[in-house]
Protein backbone atom coordinates (compact mmCIF):
# COMPACT_ATOMS: atom_id res chain seq x y z
CA UNK A 1 0.00 0.00 0.00
CA UNK A 2 1.16 3.10 -0.92
CA UNK A 3 0.23 6.80 0.18
CA UNK A 4 0.79 10.26 -1.18
CA UNK A 5 -0.28 12.25 1.34
CA UNK A 6 2.31 15.16 1.55
CA UNK A 7 0.06 17.87 2.33
CA UNK A 8 1.63 21.24 0.49
CA UNK A 9 -0.83 23.79 1.77
CA UNK A 10 -4.66 22.49 1.37
CA UNK A 11 -3.35 20.05 -1.32
CA UNK A 12 -2.02 16.44 -1.40
CA UNK A 13 0.78 16.10 -3.41
CA UNK A 14 2.90 12.69 -4.41
CA UNK A 15 4.80 14.08 -7.79
CA UNK A 16 7.84 11.98 -6.57
CA UNK A 17 8.44 7.99 -6.86
CA UNK A 18 10.61 8.27 -3.68
CA UNK A 19 8.68 6.64 -0.60
CA UNK A 20 9.75 4.56 3.21
CA UNK A 21 7.75 2.56 5.06
CA UNK A 22 7.46 2.87 9.56
CA UNK A 23 8.57 -0.04 11.71
CA UNK A 24 6.09 -1.30 14.19
CA UNK A 25 8.60 -1.95 17.11
CA UNK A 26 6.51 -4.38 18.94
CA UNK A 27 6.41 -7.06 16.16
CA UNK A 28 9.51 -5.76 14.77
CA UNK A 29 8.14 -5.62 11.27
CA UNK A 30 7.89 -3.08 8.58
CA UNK A 31 4.49 -1.41 8.31
CA UNK A 32 2.71 -1.98 4.87
CA UNK A 33 2.06 1.57 3.90
CA UNK A 34 4.65 3.14 1.72
CA UNK A 35 5.57 6.96 1.95
CA UNK A 36 5.75 9.17 -0.86
CA UNK A 37 8.63 11.70 0.01
CA UNK A 38 8.35 15.26 -0.99
CA UNK A 39 10.17 16.38 -3.73
CA UNK A 40 12.68 19.50 -4.19
CA UNK A 41 9.47 21.68 -6.13
CA UNK A 42 7.10 20.64 -3.39
CA UNK A 43 9.65 21.78 -0.44
CA UNK A 44 9.39 25.28 -2.75
CA UNK A 45 5.90 25.42 -3.24
CA UNK A 46 4.88 24.94 0.60
CA UNK A 47 7.52 27.20 1.81
CA UNK A 48 6.05 29.93 -1.18
CA UNK A 49 2.65 29.04 -0.29
CA UNK A 50 3.47 29.81 3.40
CA UNK A 51 4.90 32.83 2.47
CA UNK A 52 2.12 34.28 0.59
CA UNK A 53 -0.27 32.87 3.34
CA UNK A 54 1.93 34.88 6.17
CA UNK A 55 0.89 38.32 3.97
CA UNK A 56 -2.68 37.42 4.96
CA UNK A 57 -2.75 35.21 8.23
CA UNK A 58 -0.37 37.87 9.91
CA UNK A 59 -3.18 40.17 10.30
CA UNK A 60 -5.68 37.48 11.15
CA UNK A 61 -7.33 38.67 14.45
CA UNK A 62 -6.38 36.71 17.47
CA UNK A 63 -10.07 35.86 17.91
CA UNK A 64 -9.82 34.13 14.58
CA UNK A 65 -6.59 32.23 15.11
CA UNK A 66 -8.42 30.80 18.14
CA UNK A 67 -11.15 29.46 16.27
CA UNK A 68 -8.78 28.02 14.18
CA UNK A 69 -6.48 26.47 17.16
CA UNK A 70 -9.61 25.12 18.55
CA UNK A 71 -10.96 23.93 15.43
CA UNK A 72 -7.30 22.00 15.07
CA UNK A 73 -8.51 20.45 18.91
CA UNK A 74 -11.44 19.26 17.59
CA UNK A 75 -10.59 17.88 14.39
CA UNK A 76 -7.64 15.93 16.36
CA UNK A 77 -10.56 14.30 18.59
CA UNK A 78 -12.64 13.22 15.79
CA UNK A 79 -10.11 11.26 14.44
CA UNK A 80 -10.55 8.94 17.29
CA UNK A 81 -9.57 5.40 17.19
CA UNK A 82 -7.74 5.97 13.91
CA UNK A 83 -5.22 7.90 15.53
CA UNK A 84 -4.93 5.87 18.44
CA UNK A 85 -4.13 2.93 16.78
CA UNK A 86 -1.65 4.87 14.10
CA UNK A 87 0.34 5.93 17.15
CA UNK A 88 0.56 2.81 18.88
CA UNK A 89 1.47 1.04 15.94
CA UNK A 90 4.39 3.65 14.74
CA UNK A 91 5.72 4.18 18.09
CA UNK A 92 5.32 0.88 20.00
CA UNK A 93 3.75 3.20 22.87
CA UNK A 94 0.79 1.45 24.97
CA UNK A 95 -2.65 2.68 24.47
CA UNK A 96 -3.06 4.55 27.95
CA UNK A 97 -0.20 6.88 26.94
CA UNK A 98 -1.64 8.02 23.29
CA UNK A 99 -4.60 8.62 24.85
CA UNK A 100 -2.50 10.73 27.42
CA UNK A 101 -0.40 12.47 24.98
CA UNK A 102 -3.74 13.05 22.88
CA UNK A 103 -5.29 15.01 25.87
CA UNK A 104 -1.97 17.46 26.52
CA UNK A 105 -1.87 18.31 22.57
CA UNK A 106 -5.08 19.05 22.67
CA UNK A 107 -4.71 21.01 25.85
CA UNK A 108 -1.98 22.99 24.21
CA UNK A 109 -3.98 23.86 21.37
CA UNK A 110 -6.97 25.32 23.66
CA UNK A 111 -4.14 26.90 25.75
CA UNK A 112 -2.51 28.75 23.30
CA UNK A 113 -6.01 29.74 21.54
CA UNK A 114 -7.05 31.31 24.83
CA UNK A 115 -3.83 32.78 25.26
CA UNK A 116 -4.26 35.20 21.77
CA UNK A 117 -8.10 35.80 21.93
CA UNK A 118 -7.44 39.07 22.78
CA UNK A 119 -4.33 41.19 22.60
CA UNK A 120 -2.71 41.27 25.54
CA UNK A 121 0.08 38.63 25.07
CA UNK A 122 1.86 40.97 22.65
CA UNK A 123 2.99 43.39 25.85
CA UNK A 124 2.26 46.24 24.42
CA UNK A 125 3.60 49.25 25.70
CA UNK A 126 2.50 52.40 25.14
CA UNK A 127 4.47 56.35 26.15
CA UNK A 128 2.62 59.12 25.15
CA UNK A 129 4.17 62.16 23.93
CA UNK A 130 5.11 65.22 25.96
CA UNK A 131 5.90 68.19 23.49
CA UNK A 132 6.30 70.53 26.63
CA UNK A 133 9.29 68.22 28.20
CA UNK A 134 12.31 70.52 28.77
CA UNK A 135 14.84 70.69 27.59
CA UNK A 136 14.02 68.05 25.36
CA UNK A 137 10.20 66.88 23.90
CA UNK A 138 9.35 63.87 24.29
CA UNK A 139 8.01 61.44 20.85
CA UNK A 140 4.99 59.43 21.37
CA UNK A 141 6.15 55.41 21.35
CA UNK A 142 4.47 52.61 20.83
CA UNK A 143 5.77 49.03 21.36
CA UNK A 144 4.11 45.60 20.24
CA UNK A 145 5.39 41.96 19.40
CA UNK A 146 4.63 41.06 15.60
CA UNK A 147 5.23 37.70 14.04
CA UNK A 148 8.86 36.67 12.21
CA UNK A 149 7.32 34.86 8.90
CA UNK A 150 7.06 30.87 8.19
CA UNK A 151 8.28 28.18 10.91
CA UNK A 152 9.43 25.48 10.37
CA UNK A 153 8.57 22.52 12.68
CA UNK A 154 10.79 19.22 13.08
CA UNK A 155 8.51 16.60 14.80
CA UNK A 156 9.86 14.73 17.25
CA UNK A 157 10.39 11.02 17.64
CA UNK A 158 9.52 10.73 21.51
CA UNK A 159 6.25 12.52 21.18
CA UNK A 160 4.12 11.34 18.35
CA UNK A 161 1.47 14.03 19.12
CA UNK A 162 2.71 16.51 21.29
CA UNK A 163 6.13 18.29 20.23
CA UNK A 164 4.99 16.79 16.52
CA UNK A 165 2.70 18.02 13.78
CA UNK A 166 0.18 19.76 16.08
CA UNK A 167 2.56 20.24 19.23
CA UNK A 168 3.16 22.79 21.18
CA UNK A 169 5.69 24.61 18.14
CA UNK A 170 3.26 24.00 15.57
CA UNK A 171 0.62 25.26 18.12
CA UNK A 172 2.54 28.39 19.45
CA UNK A 173 3.53 29.29 16.07
CA UNK A 174 0.53 29.31 14.59
CA UNK A 175 -0.87 31.12 17.71
CA UNK A 176 1.63 33.77 17.15
CA UNK A 177 0.51 34.21 13.45
CA UNK A 178 3.10 32.39 11.54
CA UNK A 179 1.78 29.89 8.79
CA UNK A 180 3.98 26.22 9.85
CA UNK A 181 6.11 23.75 7.59
CA UNK A 182 6.03 20.51 9.40
CA UNK A 183 8.73 18.13 8.89
CA UNK A 184 6.93 15.01 9.63
CA UNK A 185 9.23 12.39 11.95
CA UNK A 186 9.98 9.29 9.57
CA UNK A 187 9.16 6.95 12.27
CA UNK A 188 5.68 8.36 12.58
CA UNK A 189 4.51 9.09 8.83
CA UNK A 190 1.16 7.30 9.33
CA UNK A 191 0.91 9.59 12.75
CA UNK A 192 1.61 12.78 11.14
CA UNK A 193 -0.52 12.48 8.24
CA UNK A 194 -3.85 11.75 10.07
CA UNK A 195 -2.88 15.01 12.45
CA UNK A 196 -1.96 17.00 9.47
CA UNK A 197 -5.39 15.65 7.47
CA UNK A 198 -6.97 17.62 10.48
CA UNK A 199 -5.05 20.90 10.63
CA UNK A 200 -6.31 20.97 6.79
CA UNK A 201 -9.60 20.59 7.49
CA UNK A 202 -9.43 23.14 10.67
CA UNK A 203 -8.08 25.96 8.04
CA UNK A 204 -10.57 24.79 5.51
CA UNK A 205 -13.74 25.30 8.14
CA UNK A 206 -11.88 28.66 9.61
CA UNK A 207 -11.24 30.44 6.31
CA UNK A 208 -7.42 30.33 7.13
CA UNK A 209 -5.14 31.15 3.98
CA UNK A 210 -3.89 28.73 1.86
CA UNK A 211 -0.46 27.59 2.80
CA UNK A 212 -0.71 28.62 6.51
CA UNK A 213 0.56 24.63 7.48
CA UNK A 214 1.53 22.23 5.14
CA UNK A 215 3.40 18.30 5.95
CA UNK A 216 6.25 17.36 4.37
CA UNK A 217 7.64 13.56 4.29
CA UNK A 218 11.33 12.81 3.98
CA UNK A 219 13.93 10.69 5.56
CA UNK A 220 17.34 11.67 6.35
CA UNK A 221 18.41 15.07 6.28
CA UNK A 222 17.87 16.16 2.41
CA UNK A 223 14.01 17.72 2.62
CA UNK A 224 15.08 19.33 6.03
CA UNK A 225 18.12 21.09 5.13
CA UNK A 226 16.55 22.15 2.11
CA UNK A 227 13.58 24.09 4.31
CA UNK A 228 16.34 25.47 6.56
CA UNK A 229 18.11 26.89 3.55
CA UNK A 230 14.82 28.88 1.95
CA UNK A 231 15.45 32.39 2.34
CA UNK A 232 11.50 32.63 2.73
CA UNK A 233 11.77 30.97 5.98
CA UNK A 234 12.48 32.80 9.32
CA UNK A 235 12.64 30.45 12.22
CA UNK A 236 13.09 26.77 12.74
CA UNK A 237 11.80 24.71 16.09
CA UNK A 238 13.59 21.47 16.43
CA UNK A 239 13.46 18.51 19.39
CA UNK A 240 16.07 15.95 19.06
CA UNK A 241 19.32 15.40 19.27
CA UNK A 242 22.27 17.76 19.68
CA UNK A 243 24.00 16.49 16.36
CA UNK A 244 20.58 17.20 14.67
CA UNK A 245 19.89 20.48 16.22
CA UNK A 246 23.70 21.84 15.65
CA UNK A 247 23.64 20.69 12.49
CA UNK A 248 20.24 23.01 11.90
CA UNK A 249 21.74 25.44 13.89
CA UNK A 250 24.68 25.86 11.90
CA UNK A 251 23.28 26.10 8.68
CA UNK A 252 20.74 28.78 10.25
CA UNK A 253 24.04 30.54 10.81
CA UNK A 254 25.34 30.25 7.83
CA UNK A 255 22.65 31.63 5.30
CA UNK A 256 22.98 34.57 4.13
CA UNK A 257 20.30 36.04 5.91
CA UNK A 258 20.24 34.13 9.68
CA UNK A 259 17.77 32.93 11.31
CA UNK A 260 16.81 31.41 14.91
CA UNK A 261 16.52 27.96 15.70
CA UNK A 262 14.99 26.97 18.76
CA UNK A 263 16.36 23.62 19.76
CA UNK A 264 15.61 21.46 22.32
CA UNK A 265 18.62 18.54 22.57
CA UNK A 266 20.41 16.79 24.89
CA UNK A 267 20.22 16.21 28.81
CA UNK A 268 21.06 14.15 31.94
CA UNK A 269 19.07 15.90 34.44
CA UNK A 270 21.21 15.80 37.39
CA UNK A 271 19.53 14.84 40.64
CA UNK A 272 20.90 15.71 43.69
CA UNK A 273 20.18 13.24 46.70
CA UNK A 274 20.75 14.60 50.57
CA UNK A 275 22.24 12.08 52.83
CA UNK A 276 19.38 13.01 55.02
CA UNK A 277 17.04 12.00 52.76
CA UNK A 278 18.81 8.60 52.06
CA UNK A 279 18.35 8.45 55.46
CA UNK A 280 15.17 9.08 56.41
CA UNK A 281 13.18 7.98 53.06
CA UNK A 282 15.45 5.71 51.25
CA UNK A 283 12.74 3.42 50.00
CA UNK A 284 10.39 5.77 48.90
CA UNK A 285 12.81 8.12 47.05
CA UNK A 286 14.06 4.84 44.91
CA UNK A 287 10.85 4.00 44.38
CA UNK A 288 10.45 7.68 42.73
CA UNK A 289 13.19 7.68 40.56
CA UNK A 290 13.11 3.58 39.77
CA UNK A 291 9.43 4.98 38.13
CA UNK A 292 10.83 8.37 36.82
CA UNK A 293 13.93 6.75 34.94
CA UNK A 294 12.29 3.96 33.00
CA UNK A 295 8.60 5.89 32.70
CA UNK A 296 8.24 5.70 28.53
CA UNK A 297 11.38 3.44 28.68
CA UNK A 298 13.11 6.58 29.53
CA UNK A 299 12.94 8.09 26.35
CA UNK A 300 11.74 11.46 27.95
CA UNK A 301 14.30 14.54 27.48
CA UNK A 302 13.48 15.18 31.34
CA UNK A 303 14.63 11.57 31.99
CA UNK A 304 16.81 11.57 35.36
CA UNK A 305 20.18 10.29 34.23
CA UNK A 306 22.51 11.20 36.56
CA UNK A 307 22.27 11.19 40.15
CA UNK A 308 24.13 12.84 42.62
CA UNK A 309 24.75 11.46 45.84
CA UNK A 310 27.26 12.06 49.00
CA UNK A 311 29.22 8.48 50.03
CA UNK A 312 28.83 7.27 53.65
CA UNK A 313 27.75 4.26 55.38
CA UNK A 314 23.87 4.07 54.19
CA UNK A 315 24.33 5.99 50.07
CA UNK A 316 25.47 2.06 48.56
CA UNK A 317 21.89 0.45 49.96
CA UNK A 318 19.96 3.06 48.39
CA UNK A 319 22.08 2.74 45.29
CA UNK A 320 21.15 -1.01 45.42
CA UNK A 321 17.45 -0.81 45.98
CA UNK A 322 17.32 1.85 43.37
CA UNK A 323 19.32 -0.93 40.73
CA UNK A 324 16.76 -3.41 41.92
CA UNK A 325 13.87 -1.65 41.95
CA UNK A 326 14.50 -0.02 38.28
CA UNK A 327 15.51 -3.28 36.55
CA UNK A 328 12.07 -4.66 37.99
CA UNK A 329 9.94 -2.95 35.80
CA UNK A 330 8.62 -4.42 32.66
CA UNK A 331 10.99 -3.97 30.20
CA UNK A 332 9.06 -1.27 27.70
CA UNK A 333 9.26 -1.10 23.91
CA UNK A 334 11.49 1.45 22.26
CA UNK A 335 10.23 3.63 19.13
CA UNK A 336 12.49 2.71 16.70
CA UNK A 337 15.09 -0.59 16.24
CA UNK A 338 17.70 2.14 15.45
CA UNK A 339 17.20 4.36 19.37
CA UNK A 340 17.18 1.01 20.88
CA UNK A 341 20.73 0.43 19.10
CA UNK A 342 22.01 3.67 20.06
CA UNK A 343 20.65 3.00 23.42
CA UNK A 344 22.56 -0.12 24.05
CA UNK A 345 25.83 1.73 22.53
CA UNK A 346 25.48 4.66 24.93
CA UNK A 347 24.84 2.55 28.18
CA UNK A 348 27.99 0.19 27.00
CA UNK A 349 30.16 3.19 26.17
CA UNK A 350 29.29 4.51 29.94
CA UNK A 351 29.32 1.24 32.05
CA UNK A 352 32.87 0.11 30.23
CA UNK A 353 34.73 3.42 31.43
CA UNK A 354 37.27 2.68 34.22
CA UNK A 355 36.18 2.92 37.71
CA UNK A 356 32.79 2.36 36.94
CA UNK A 357 30.33 -0.37 38.48
CA UNK A 358 27.26 -2.13 37.40
CA UNK A 359 25.09 -2.05 39.82
CA UNK A 360 22.44 -4.04 38.35
CA UNK A 361 21.07 -4.60 34.90
CA UNK A 362 17.95 -6.75 32.70
CA UNK A 363 19.39 -9.89 32.00
CA UNK A 364 16.69 -11.98 30.96
CA UNK A 365 15.54 -12.39 27.49
CA UNK A 366 13.48 -9.69 26.00
CA UNK A 367 12.10 -8.78 22.65
CA UNK A 368 14.01 -7.06 19.96
CA UNK A 369 13.00 -3.63 20.48
CA UNK A 370 12.17 -3.66 24.79
CA UNK A 371 14.85 -1.35 26.64
CA UNK A 372 17.57 -3.73 29.00
CA UNK A 373 16.95 -1.18 32.24
CA UNK A 374 20.18 -0.52 33.99
CA UNK A 375 22.12 1.44 36.99
CA UNK A 376 25.95 2.27 36.96
CA UNK A 377 28.01 3.80 39.85
CA UNK A 378 31.19 5.61 39.70
CA UNK A 379 32.59 7.88 42.58
CA UNK A 380 33.16 11.31 42.04
CA UNK A 381 36.88 11.32 41.81
CA UNK A 382 36.33 9.28 38.85
CA UNK A 383 33.48 10.92 37.06
CA UNK A 384 35.51 14.51 37.57
CA UNK A 385 38.23 13.21 35.50
CA UNK A 386 36.18 11.04 32.24
CA UNK A 387 33.82 13.43 30.14
CA UNK A 388 32.72 10.26 28.61
CA UNK A 389 30.77 9.98 31.61
CA UNK A 390 28.49 12.68 30.78
CA UNK A 391 27.12 11.22 27.53
CA UNK A 392 23.40 11.02 27.31
CA UNK A 393 22.04 7.23 26.69
CA UNK A 394 18.66 7.97 25.70
CA UNK A 395 16.52 5.01 27.44
CA UNK A 396 15.74 3.32 31.30
CA UNK A 397 19.34 4.31 32.45
CA UNK A 398 20.80 6.14 35.00
CA UNK A 399 24.54 6.74 36.37
CA UNK A 400 24.76 7.50 40.33
CA UNK A 401 27.80 8.85 41.07
CA UNK A 402 29.28 8.82 44.93
CA UNK A 403 30.72 12.29 45.60
CA UNK A 404 33.51 11.83 48.81
CA UNK A 405 31.46 15.97 50.21
CA UNK A 406 29.36 18.68 49.25
CA UNK A 407 32.73 20.22 47.68
CA UNK A 408 32.60 17.86 44.93
CA UNK A 409 29.24 17.31 44.90
CA UNK A 410 29.20 21.27 43.54
CA UNK A 411 32.39 20.87 41.73
CA UNK A 412 30.34 18.17 39.84
CA UNK A 413 27.59 20.23 38.85
CA UNK A 414 30.02 23.36 38.27
CA UNK A 415 31.62 21.26 35.47
CA UNK A 416 28.19 20.02 33.80
CA UNK A 417 27.21 21.06 30.55
CA UNK A 418 23.77 22.89 30.16
CA UNK A 419 20.53 20.94 31.69
CA UNK A 420 17.17 21.18 30.87
CA UNK A 421 16.58 20.20 34.88
CA UNK A 422 17.96 19.70 38.18
CA UNK A 423 16.37 18.55 40.85
CA UNK A 424 17.42 18.38 44.54
CA UNK A 425 16.14 15.44 47.27
CA UNK A 426 16.12 17.05 50.58
CA UNK A 427 14.89 17.25 54.12
CA UNK A 428 14.05 20.30 56.02
CA UNK A 429 17.14 20.49 58.15
CA UNK A 430 19.01 20.36 54.54
CA UNK A 431 18.19 23.89 54.09
CA UNK A 432 21.22 25.76 55.48
CA UNK A 433 23.52 22.91 53.52
CA UNK A 434 21.32 24.03 50.13
CA UNK A 435 22.48 27.69 49.14
CA UNK A 436 25.47 26.11 46.87
CA UNK A 437 24.11 23.60 45.52
CA UNK A 438 20.90 26.00 44.29
CA UNK A 439 23.43 28.53 42.62
CA UNK A 440 25.07 25.74 40.98
CA UNK A 441 22.35 24.66 39.14
CA UNK A 442 20.55 27.79 38.82
CA UNK A 443 23.73 28.58 35.94
CA UNK A 444 23.22 24.96 34.73
CA UNK A 445 19.80 24.22 34.19
CA UNK A 446 16.45 26.01 32.84
CA UNK A 447 14.25 24.12 36.21
CA UNK A 448 14.84 23.19 39.19
CA UNK A 449 12.60 20.47 41.24
CA UNK A 450 12.45 20.03 44.80
CA UNK A 451 11.87 17.04 46.30
CA UNK A 452 9.73 15.66 42.83
CA UNK A 453 10.88 14.23 39.59
CA UNK A 454 11.74 15.94 36.84
CA UNK A 455 9.76 14.01 34.19
CA UNK A 456 6.09 15.43 34.38
CA UNK A 457 6.36 18.73 32.54
CA UNK A 458 3.10 21.02 32.98
CA UNK A 459 2.33 23.60 30.28
CA UNK A 460 1.35 26.69 31.65
CA UNK A 461 2.88 29.98 31.61
CA UNK A 462 5.42 29.13 34.38
CA UNK A 463 7.14 26.37 33.02
CA UNK A 464 10.76 26.59 31.66
CA UNK A 465 11.32 23.80 29.39
CA UNK A 466 14.62 24.82 27.94
CA UNK A 467 18.01 25.56 29.13
CA UNK A 468 21.79 25.93 28.67
CA UNK A 469 23.33 24.99 25.61
CA UNK A 470 23.34 21.94 24.71
CA UNK A 471 20.02 21.50 26.65
CA UNK A 472 18.67 24.06 23.94
CA UNK A 473 20.23 27.00 21.87
CA UNK A 474 18.81 29.70 23.50
CA UNK A 475 18.25 29.26 26.95
CA UNK A 476 15.85 32.28 27.63
CA UNK A 477 13.41 30.99 26.00
CA UNK A 478 11.12 28.06 26.78
CA UNK A 479 9.32 25.14 24.18
CA UNK A 480 6.55 23.89 26.64
CA UNK A 481 3.74 26.60 28.29
CA UNK A 482 2.46 29.84 26.71
CA UNK A 483 5.47 32.10 26.90
CA UNK A 484 6.74 29.69 23.82
CA UNK A 485 4.63 32.48 21.70
CA UNK A 486 7.56 34.44 21.73
CA UNK A 487 10.28 32.37 20.07
CA UNK A 488 8.02 33.51 16.65
CA UNK A 489 7.93 37.12 17.55
CA UNK A 490 10.06 40.32 17.56
CA UNK A 491 9.57 43.98 18.60
CA UNK A 492 8.34 46.91 16.67
CA UNK A 493 8.08 50.35 17.90
CA UNK A 494 5.88 53.24 16.32
CA UNK A 495 6.73 56.58 17.03
CA UNK A 496 5.06 59.73 16.14
CA UNK A 497 2.52 57.69 14.03
CA UNK A 498 -1.04 59.04 13.09
CA UNK A 499 -3.33 57.31 15.28
CA UNK A 500 -5.31 55.85 11.72
CA UNK A 501 -2.32 54.39 11.18
CA UNK A 502 -1.38 52.12 14.24
CA UNK A 503 -2.00 48.27 14.30
CA UNK A 504 -5.28 48.46 16.44
CA UNK A 505 -3.66 47.14 19.68
CA UNK A 506 -1.95 50.00 20.02
CA UNK A 507 -4.72 52.90 18.48
CA UNK A 508 -5.26 55.70 21.48
Known amino acids: MITGKNY ?56 KRAAFLNAIADEILALDQELIDAYTTESGLPEARAIGERGRTIFQLR ?79 GTA ?33 KLVKHDKVKAVGFTGSIS ?27 VIITSKAIENRSEAVAT ?63 SSQAGTVVVAKVEQTIDANEAPSQITSVSGKVFLANPKLHLEAFGPFALVVRAKDQEELIEIINGLDGQLTGTIIAEKEDYVHLYDVIDALENRVGRIIFNGVPTGVEVCPSMQHGGPYPASTDSRFTSVGTNAIKRWVRPVSYQSFPNELLPIALKR
Open 244 to 270: GGRALFDIASQRKVPIPVFAEMGSINP
Open 8 to 63: IGKTLKASGDKTHHTINPKLNIQNPTAFYEATSDEVDEAVELAWGAFKIYRKVSGA
Open 111 to 189: AFADLVENEDWRENTIDEAMPERAPMPKDDLRRTLIPLGPVVVFAASNFPLAFSTAGGDTASALAAGCPVIVKAHAMHS
Open 288 to 350: AFAGSITTGAGQFCTKPGLLLTIEDDKTQQFINDLAKKTIAIAPQYMLHPDIKKAFVENVNIV
Open 193 to 225: ELVASAIIKAAEKTGMPNGVFSNIMGRGRTVGV
